[in-house]
């Protein structure tokens, strides 16, 4: 074998292993004329020795310029064989190759430089060696050496060339290293990557679109990247690729999917997004190929329903009604079990639009699939009952529906009803706040008789005689049920039931009922049936004047006659009469529950259940030795109803015919921040500034704003308004609260407040603020806003902002009286409305200066509590013995009701003199700029609860968002047509919650606007 020492001079190879660069380069050139000699000579054994040396004796050396030296030379014996070089490239690329992950900077530049100038040479011949070509530049892009990744770049352009114009290409070798490669981390590896997929894709002859599965998670992978150049390139791969695949007719949609999926559960939203669309675009053309994937793709689609962000809610919920648009047949793969397990699991979901879109696909499964959904019922049954539970009133109707529809057959609908009957059992809370909708809704959805009668079955087996007792309405055969009343039957308990009677037949869905009193002598058991229970109810109460206005209504003519007539009937005779006339019909339809009733034997079965009752009651009485006997208690409420004119004589009294002396009615606000507390105290006679006033103390223990052992806090007084309960010359007395040595206590806000609002700045700026505080008035008995049916929902909002009539307006006596009251008060209260809620009202107080602005809300909300007593029952006592029958009471609860339902809040409207003069719309700018600045402080401030309401829905913006426009609605600030229009005014400060605490929301606004000064 030839030796390569004797083929090249001794000097040449001293020359090639040089410090000086220069040098080696002229050494290259020699060995370069060199091999050229030698090929022409056709001595490849000869130029196989040199290349030889070059690799072991240079390349492989441990001294780096030697390293250096043999890559420069192995590129200069590649330039001499010219086209003969590839039959030597096995020998010639190896130890280039390993150059790329040496220690030295230098010698991978140089392999670099070294492994260009080779493949310019041998071009398409290079295609053999190109995965490890691919590797060695994939870690190279990463390098820590800017030159190299520069050498790296230049090198990757060439073999892009070389690879789009070659024949030899194998993109099958490629694709695995590709696949493996993919999921490295390194940004410039991520850039080097996305470039050729770019690269390879462009090129006709190659099918990357095939192949896209095995690298399509990678891509998506890059979306999240925490380079932008990275998601961009990315984002154009993936779009380019969704393009190729609505023009291509072979798509391997299956694997695809399988991505997708997963990807559209990705913590990144640019991520979700892109999956999302891609989802949708395969549902479009995935055709068969892709129904043995939709119950995967269901489980991508719904909770993406529900996502913060809109883009990404809208393309779901698209695709979602395209999917559901497909007609699947199960015997391609639909598999329809998988898609219920999916759908079941979403009603889960903590996002009300997810559960809502579960119910759909379950309902639209029912009407294409009826048998097959039928036969997995054992699994959803329990997921559609605990729906029931739901906090949303969509949610519930939907899952009503269903149910529904699942129980058109006899068996189904005799499971439905037991499981109803059981589960109200076991969640009484769902009974009080569902139960009433649930049975209503199931009789619209089904038939009501078929229904009631069930449900009675039921109930006749049950032993929990108490729980029967709530689930049965006993106004069937009213008249004959009322008439077989005892005394003892008529109890606290029946009376609260009778009142929610009388309360439900006021709604729309009794409107037939009401309007059969048209006609007395057509349906005169009906009238007297409601002048029966006219004759139970307690005359003060509210649903005694309920039934006793509607009955005013009923026409009088005959109307007494019929009465009379029927003053001494059997109620049954006519029914009874019917039976004599019809002998043998009624023989053979009895035993068929649903053609003849058989009235009679149903009142003795009544008759025996309350039996059953009676006895009940008496066996719990007579355990409890101390409680008072039925009739002692009889006894006792009408002592009470006795003594009410008196009492109601007594709170009528004016004391000023009588003494000069008044009475100081001192409130402040309580441990919560939020509850008011007040007590009085005689005064000597009138008063008319605060000054005159007495310090008095309290025991701060009882209301959480001091310890035990030191309990005394003082009160000082600070604001008096005349007192509308007592009238005359007594006073209600706003106070704030203090420490003995004269400190105010954590819940005094006042103090603070003063203190901003006497700074000369605030205070040369006369500060206006007008408050819109809004409140729901909520049923006593069951914490339901009134004007709502109990347990369920009044129609959609819409109609009851400033709404007139009954059936809108809700609680006006409540308003009206509170309104009256903080006129004689002397609060600058400046108006009234209804709000969008139904049961929901609002005040305005204002405009007020400075601090006087908190001391007047405080007080009208102190109003607006004994407002809503004096106007329920003019103090009928017997309202605490029948848990405060028909009662309302204040809430200002920032979101009282879940759902698709206005919040309520404190819109503080705010001005300073500076906004009020000419250009002050520039000083309004600057301040809402402020505002934006300080966002966060201002919303941890802005009341309880508030990130409920803040939502960007119902005419709010999102708590975690600051924006402020004209007459936006959706805006954090609102700022009046008028004050753009004139150039000077107010604005409106949007965020506060109806709970906030005025004195420190006023001075906070006034505190950012006027004496913040931003860094």
């Avoid at 130029?47 to 590129?75: E, H, W, Y």
């Avoid at 798509?251 to 999302?276: H, K, N, P």
């Avoid at 009528?652 to 008011?676: F, H, M, R």
């Avoid at 966060?936 to 426009?965: M, Q, S």
């Amino acid at each position: 074998m030839a030796d390569g020492l004797s083929l090249i001079p001794a000097s040449v190879l001293r020359n090639l292993a040089d410090k000086l660069y220069e040098k080696r380069k002229n050494a290259a050139l020699e060995i370069e004329g060199i091999v050229k000699q030698l090929a022409l000579a056709g001595e490849h054994e000869k130029i196989s020795a040199v290349i030889n040396l070059l690799t072991v004796d240079f390349a492989c050396s441990p001294q780096a310029n030697q390293r250096k030296g043999g890559l420069i030379g192995l590129a200069a014996a590649t330039v001499g064989l010219a086209a003969e070089a590839a039959q030597h490239l096995e020998q010639i690329v190896p130890p280039v190759l390993n150059s790329f992950t040496d220690h030295d900077g230098r010698v991978r530049y140089y392999a670099c430089e070294a492994l260009y100038n080779i493949a310019k040479v041998v071009r398409g011949d290079f295609i053999f060696f190109f995965n490890k070509i691919f590797d060695a530049l994939c870690k190279l892009s990463a390098d820590a050496d800017p030159n190299v990744q520069s050498a790296a770049h230049l090198l990757d352009r060439l073999i892009k060339d070389i690879v789009t114009e070659s024949d030899q290409f194998s993109i099958e070798e490629f694709i695995p290293l590709l696949r493996e490669r993919m999921n490295v981390l390194n940004p410039y590896v991520r850039q080097f990557l996305v470039g050729w997929i770019t690269v390879l894709d462009s090129v006709p002859d190659i099918d990357m679109l095939g192949f896209l599965p095995d690298f399509l998670d990678g891509l998506f992978n890059m979306l999240s990247d925490s380079s932008h150049e990275i998601r961009q390139q990315a984002d154009s791969a993936l779009s380019e690729f969704l393009q190729e695949i609505k023009n291509s007719p072979n798509v391997d949609y299956g694997r695809m999917a399988e991505i997708l999926v997963q990807r559209a559960g990705s913590s990144d939203e640019f991520t979700r997004l892109t999956a999302i669309t891609w989802i949708n675009e395969f549902v479009k053309l995935g055709g068969e190929q892709l129904v043995p994937y939709y119950a995967d793709i269901l489980g991508a689609i719904l909770p993406c329903i529900s996502d913060k962000e809109e883009k990404i809610r809208v393309v779901a919920r698209e695709t979602n009604e395209e999917l559901r648009a497909i007609r699947a047949d199960p015997a391609d793969g639909f598999n329809i079990d998988a898609i219920l397990s999916i759908a079941r699991r979403e009603l889960t979901s903590e996002w009300e639009a997810t559960r809502i879109e579960a119910l759909h696909w379950i309902s639209a499964l029912l009407a294409r699939y009826r048998s097959e959904v039928i036969s997995y019922l054992n699994h959803t049954f329990d997921s559609l009952l605990n729906a029931l539970s739901d906090s949303s009133n969509e949610v519930v109707l939907l899952a009503l529906e269903v149910h529904a529809c699942i129980a058109e057959d006899n068996k189904n609908f005799w499971r439905l009803v037991g499981l109803l009957v059981r589960n109200f059992q076991n969640d009484r809370v769902l009974l009080e706040r569902r139960g009433a909708l649930i049975v209503r809704r199931l009789c619209v959805l089904l038939d009501a008789e078929r229904v009631y009668r069930q449900f009675s079955l039921n109930l006749e087996q049950e032993e929990d005689l108490d729980f029967a007792s709530v689930m049965v309405q006993a106004y069937n055969h009213a008249s004959s049920v009322i008439q077989s009343l005892r005394e003892e039957d008529i109890n606290a308990k029946f009376l609260v039931q009778l009142d929610k009677l009388i309360r439900l037949l006021e709604t729309p869905i009794f409107a037939y009922l009401r309007l059969q009193l048209l006609e007395p002598g057509k349906y005169t058991w009906l009238l007297k049936t409601l002048y029966g229970l006219l004759m139970m109810l307690p005359q003060q109460s509210a649903a005694f004047k309920i039934l006793r206005t509607r009955l005013k209504t009923v026409p009088s003519y005959s109307c007494i006659e019929q009465l009379k007539g029927t003053s001494s009937e059997n109620p049954y005779s006519q029914i009874l009469q019917f039976s004599e006339d019809n002998r043998n019909r009624y023989a053979a339809n009895v035993a068929n529950v649903y053609n003849a009733i058989d009235f009679p034997s149903r009142l003795q079965q009544f008759e025996q259940m309350q039996h059953k009752h009676r006895m009940h009651s008496k066996s719990k009485l007579q355990s409890r030795n101390s409680t008072p006997s039925i009739a002692s208690q009889s006894i006792e409420e009408e002592q009470l109803f006795a003594d009410m004119a008196l009492l109601t004589d007594l709170i009528k009294l004016n004391l000023s015919d009588y003494t000069e002396k008044i009475i100081a009615e001192y409130i402040w606000v309580g441990g919560s921040g939020v509850d008011l507390r007040s007590k009085a105290r005689t005064l000597s006679g009138p008063v008319t500034d605060p000054s005159q006033l007495p310090k008095w103390n309290y025991d701060g223990s009882s209301t959480g704003q001091a310890p035990g052992e030191d309990s005394e806090v003082i009160l000082y007084p600070q604001a008096i308004f005349k007192d509308p309960f007592r009238k005359g010359n007594n006073i209600l007395v706003m106070c704030d609260c203090y420490t003995p040595q004269g400190e105010p206590i954590p819940t005094n806000k006042r103090h603070n407040a003063a203190k901003i609002f006497s700074n000369p700045a605030v205070a040369a700026e006369e500060a206006w603020f007008g408050i819109e505080q809004e409140y729901t008035l909520l049923q006593k008995d069951v914490k339901w806003p009134i004007g709502w049916p109990i347990g369920g929902y009044p129609g959609p909002q819409g109609p009851y902002y400033c709404s007139a009539g009954a059936d809108k307006a809700f609680g006006r006596d409540v308003v009206d009286a509170h309104y009256k009251a903080c006129l004689y008060a002397g609060i600058d209260i400046s108006g009234i409305n209804g709000e969008v809620m139904p049961g929901q009202w609002e005040f305005q107080v204002g405009p007020c200066v400075g601090i006087s602005a908190g001391d007047q809300l405080w007080v009208a909300r102190y109003v607006l509590e004994p407002a809503d007593r004096l106007t329920r029952y003019r103090l009928d006592l017997r309202e605490q013995r029948i848990t405060e029958m028909a009662g309302v009471v204040l809430s200002l609860d920032p979101k009282p009701i879940q759902g698709d339902w206005n919040g309520a809040g404190a819109h503080t409207n705010y001005s300073t003199k500076s906004m009020r003069s000419d250009g002050g719309y520039g000083v309004i700018k600057e301040a809402i700029e402020k505002l934006g600045r300080r966002h966060k402080e201002h919303i941890a401030a802005y009341g309880e609860g508030n990130e409920r309401r803040l939502t960007g829905r119902h005419e709010t913006a999102d708590i975690d968002t600051f924006v402020w426009g004209v007459a936006n609605r959706g805006a954090s600030i609102r700022v009046g047509r008028d004050t753009e229009k004139s150039g000077k005014g107010y604005f409106e400060d949007r965020r506060p919650a109806s709970n906030m605490d005025p004195y420190v929301v006023t001075s906070m606004i006034a505190e950012t606007t006027i004496l913040w000064k931003p860094t």
